[in-house]
């Protein structure tokens, strides 16, 4: 890391049936060229959800250059949103 990276943090969440498993969704957001780094934050099984439900949320780390608009950190948002639902 030099003084010249960005480096942009995001929170997502994702619903996902009670059996499903965080890694597919994290792996999928790995996939993700400008995310450099998928961390776990919580797992919620509430009963505000579906009895066969449960939620997850993830911190990503995109790396830039220090030349990234809001708007390309948003395109990269919804590439992770499209990663996590695809699972």
Do not use: C, H, W
């Not at 995310?35 to 949320?57: F, H, R």
């Amino acid at each position: 890391t030099t003084l010249q990276d960005q480096l942009i943090f995001r929170d997502i969440s994702f619903v996902l049936p009670r059996d499903g498993q965080y890694g597919t969704v994290s792996d999928a957001l790995a996939k993700v060229e400008e995310i450099a780094e998928v961390t776990l934050l919580d797992l919620y099984d509430e009963p505000s959800l579906a009895a066969d439900e449960k939620s997850i949320s993830l911190r990503f780390l995109i790396r830039g250059d220090g030349t990234l608009t809001t708007d390309q950190i948003n395109k990269v948002m919804q590439k992770a949103i499209v990663a996590g639902e695809s699972t």
